[in-house]
């Protein structure tokens, strides 16, 4: 099976985006600007395919990183969707037993 991204790399490849930022988007995060920066770099050896162009003074998506980016966003709001309804089903359950 394929190496796949992680949430949390996908997570902040989105904030990156948000933020066009490392630093910003790692603060948002809440981790450091080198964790966020390794977990980017490792999402472009997953995928085999640079997302971010860098330079000195501001951050700039590839292509196919914008791509990915709309993927991501969609990957995450199921996954954010799948938590609420079972979380929903739980207070359900849980309050119809009293």
Known sequence: MANLPSFRQLEHLV??????????AA???HVTQ???SASIKELENVLQAPLVDRTKRRVVLTPL??????????ILR??????ESTFDRIV?????LF
């Open 15 to 24: 904030m990156l985006a948000d933020h066009s930022h490392f630093g910003r």
């Open 27 to 29: 603060k948002a995060c």
């Open 34 to 36: 080198s964790t966020l």
């Open 65 to 74: 990183g914008l791509e990915i980016v709309e993927r991501a966003r969609r």
């Open 78 to 83: 199921i996954c954010q969707e799948i938590i």
């Open 92 to 96: 359900y359950r849980f309050t119809t």
